[in-house]
C-alpha cells in the first residue's frame, strides 16, 4: 500500500509549534527557554523582563563561569518560584551584533540536544530578536523552529533495545509580547515545521540502509506521497529507458539484482503553461562503485548516495505543502551500483539519450552517468531552470571541506540565486568556474567523452561533463557529497545523514516569483533581512 510505504520510511517526531500572546514569568510550560547575548547583563527580546528576578541566578552562573551567554552555551536551572516553570534551559546566541538565523538555528538545536535528555514535554521560549543581528521576527521565528525540530531528530528506527522511557518534547510555545506579531510567527512556525519536516525525510531516506531504501521502494514512496499531495508521480521502468535510448543509466544498473527507476514527481503550484523549475537529483542507492570498487573502509557511507534524490523529493513534498506559486518537476534517476558478472566495465562504451557517446572509464563515475541522461529527459520539459543536486564527487570534500556545497553552471543568474538561498538558509554554497580548458580533461580517444578527467579539478570535470547533456537549458549543479554526512555531531545535525540542499531547494523555490499569483506568503512577506 502507497501509504505504508511512507510511514515505513518516517521516523517520527511529531511537536506543535504554537505561539501566544501573554508573559514568559507566568508560562505554564515544564521548561522555560531562555537567551541571553554574550556580555549583556540584560536578558535580550521579549525576555527582558525576566532580566530583574533572574539576575542573582545569571550573576552567580556569570561569575563562576558556568554559563556567560557565548554561542551554544547552555545552561540549566531550577528557579523555585522566581517564575513559574519548573526548569529554565538558558542558552546562549553570543554577540548581539553577531546573531544570525544560523546562529540562533545552531542555539535551539544545542538546547534541542539537552530538551531531548530531560523528559520535558512542553516548552515555551520568547521570539530570540527582534532587534539581534539584523533579523525580522519572521526569519527569528523560523530559525528557531527549525533549530529546535531539526535538533530533536534521532534516526531509531531499527534499535529495538528498549532504553528507559524519556518523554519525548510534544509542544512548543513562543511566548510573543506584541500582539500584532502573532499571526507572523505562527506563519513562520507553520512555514519551519514543513520546511523541517522535508529536511528530515531526506535525512530518513539517506540513513535507511540500501537493503530497505532500494529503488523500487523511493518510488513507491514518491507514489504515496503523490497521492497525498495530489502530485503527478511517473515512474519510468527499464524497458521505457531503453526503448528511449537511456543507455548511460540503464548501463550503471545492469550490475543490479534491483530494478531501475526513473521517478518523476511533478507539483504545479504556478500558472497552467509556465515554464517548471526542473530538479534532478542523483539516486544511487547504493555505490559500491561497481567493477571500479571502492575500499571497503566506509563503504557503509555510501547508503546516502541517494541523498540529492532524496533532496528532490523532500523540497518538492514542501513546496506543495506550502503551496509555492510556482511549477516544479523533479526527477530521481534511481538504481544500485553494483559489480557482477552482467556490471558495465572500464573501457564500455555506452550511447546517451542526448545522443553523446560515453567512455566509461571507471564504473565509480555512476552520478554523472545516470544524470547525463536524466538531465538530458529533463531538459525536455524545457523548464525555466534545471538544477541537478548530487553527492558527485570526493574531490569535493578535498576542494572545500565539509562546509560547503559545490556550485557550478552555466547561468549567473540561477547560480547567483541558488547562492542566495545557500546563505539564507546555512547550507553554504561555493561556486566553481566551468572555463573551457577543464573541458580537455575529459576527452575520450574512442568516444565523444569519458567519464573521469583525472586528479585535478575533480568538481569542475565532473560539472564540465554534466554541461554537455543540458543542451541550451539554463543549468546549475549543486555537488553534495562532502556534506550529505557528518561523523561529528552539529548543533542542529546528529552524526549520519544530514539532509543538505533541501532547504536550500525550498529557499530557492520559495524565491521564484510566478507572473499571475500573488505571493501566498501572507505575513512571511516581510523576512527580507536575514
Ligand atoms: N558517490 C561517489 C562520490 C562520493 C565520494 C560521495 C565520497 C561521498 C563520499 C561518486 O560516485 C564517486 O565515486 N566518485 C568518484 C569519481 C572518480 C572515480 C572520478 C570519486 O570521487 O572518487
Ligand atoms: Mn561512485
Ligand atoms: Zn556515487
Known amino acids: 500500500m502507497a501509504s505504508d510505504a511512507k510511514s515505513a520510511l518516517r521516523s517520527r517526531i511529531a511537536v506543535r509549534l504554537e505561539a501566544a500572546s501573554g508573559a514568559l514569568a507566568s508560562t505554564t510550560a515544564e521548561l522555560l527557554l531562555i537567551p541571553c547575548c554574550e556580555g549583556e547583563p540584560t536578558l535580550p527580546g521579549d525576555a527582558k523582563p525576566l532580566s530583574k528576578p533572574l539576575a542573582a541566578l ?35 546566541l553570543g554577540k548581539r551584533s553577531a546573531v544570525t538565523a544560523e546562529t540562533i538555528r545552531q542555539a535551539m538545536g544545542k538546547a534541542a540536544g539537552q530538551i531531548k535528555t530531560l523528559g520535558v514535554t512542553h516548552l515555551a521560549t520568547p521570539l530570540f530578536g527582534p532587534g539581534l543581528g539584523k533579523l525580522t521576527p519572521a526569519a527569528a521565528a523560523q530559525a528557531q523552529a527549525e533549530g529546535l525540530l531539526l535538533g530533536l531528530y534521532d534516526f531509531n528506527l531499527y534499535k529495538t533495545e528498549t532504553k528507559p522511557p524519556v518523554k519525548s518534547l510534544t509542544r512548543a510555545t513562543w511566548v510573543v509580547s506584541d500582539k500584532r506579531l502573532l499571526p507572523i510567527v505562527q506563519g513562520s512556525l507553520k512555514w519551519a515545521s514543513i520546511v523541517s519536516d522535508a529536511a528530515m525525510l531526506a535525512r530518513d531516506l539517506g540513513n535507511h540502509p540500501s537493503n530497505v531504501a532500494t529503488p523500487s521502494k523511493i518510488a513507491e514512496l514518491a507514489k504515496a506521497l503523490a497521492a497525498e499531495l495530489k502530485l503527478r508521480c511517473t515512474i519510468m521502468e527499464r524497458a521505457e529507458m531503453e526503448r528511449l535510448g537511456m543507455w548511460a543509466l540503464v548501463g550503471v544498473a545492469r550490475g543490479s539484482q534491483e530494478p531501475p527507476k526513473l521517478i518523476m514527481l511533478e507539483y504545479k503550484g504556478g500558472r497552467a503553461g509556465e515554464p517548471p523549475i526542473a530538479l534532478v537529483g542523483k539516486t544511487i542507492t547504493f555505490d559500491t562503485g561497481g567493477i571500479s570498487i571502492k575500499p571497503s573502509e566506509n563503504m557503509e557511507q555510501m547508503k546516502d548516495d541517494m541523498s540529492g534524490g532524496a533532496a528532490v523529493l523532500a523540497a518538492i513534498q514542501a513546496a506543495a505543502r506550502l503551496k509555492l506559486p510556482v511549477n516544479v518537476i523533479g526527477f530521481l534517476p534511481a538504481t544500485e551500483n553494483m559489480p557482477s558478472g552482467t556490471a558495465q566495465k ?32 529533463a531538459a525536455r520539459f524545457k523548464p525555466k531552470w534545471l538544477v541537478d543536486i548530487a553527492t558527485l564527487t570526493g574531490a569535493c570534500g578535498v576542494a572545500l571541506g565539509k562546509h ?117 506568503r501572507g505575513g512571511r512577506t516581510t523576512r527580507a533581512s536575514r
Do not use: C
Not at 75 to 91: D, F, Q, T
Not at 346 to 375: F, H, Q, Y
Not at 414 to 442: F, S
Open 58 to 92: 545569571l550573576t552567580d552562573r556569570r561569575e563562576r563561569g558556568e554559563f556567560t551567554g557565548k554561542a551554544n552555551q547552555l545552561s540549566l536551572a531550577e528557579p523555585h518560584g522566581v517564575i513559574s516553570a519548573k526548569r529554565l534551559l538558558l542558552v546562549g
Open 346 to 377: 572500464p573501457g564500455d562504451i555506452v550511447k546517451t539519450l542526448s545522443g553523446l557517446t560515453i567512455e566509461v572509464i571507471n564504473t565509480d563515475a555512476e552520478g554523472r552517468l545516470i544524470l547525463a541522461d536524466a538531465l538530458t529527459y
Open 404 to 520: 560547503a556545497i559545490g556550485l557550478i553552471g552555466t547561468a549567473p543568474k540561477l547560480v547567483a540565486a541558488l547562492k542566495e538561498a545557500g546563505e539564507v538558509t546555512g547550507e553554504r554554497t561555493w561556486e566553481m568556474p566551468l572555463w573551457e580548458p577543464y573541458y580537455d580533461q575529459i576527452k575520450s580517444y574512442v568516444a565523444d567523452v569519458q567519464n573521469v578527467g583525472g586528479r585535478y579539478g575533480g568538481v569542475i570535470t565532473a560539472g564540465a561533463f554534466l554541461s554537455k547533456f543540458v543542451g541550451k537549458t539554463p543549468w546549475a549543479h549543486l555537488d553534495i557529497a562532502s556534506t550529505a554526512w557528518i561523523d561529528e555531531p552539529r548543533p542542529y545535525t546528529p552524526k549520519g545523514v544530514t539532509g543538505v540542499g533541501v532547504r536550500l531547494l525550498i529557499e530557492f523555490l520559495s524565491r521564484q516569483r510566478s507572473g499571475a499569483t500573488k505571493s501566498r
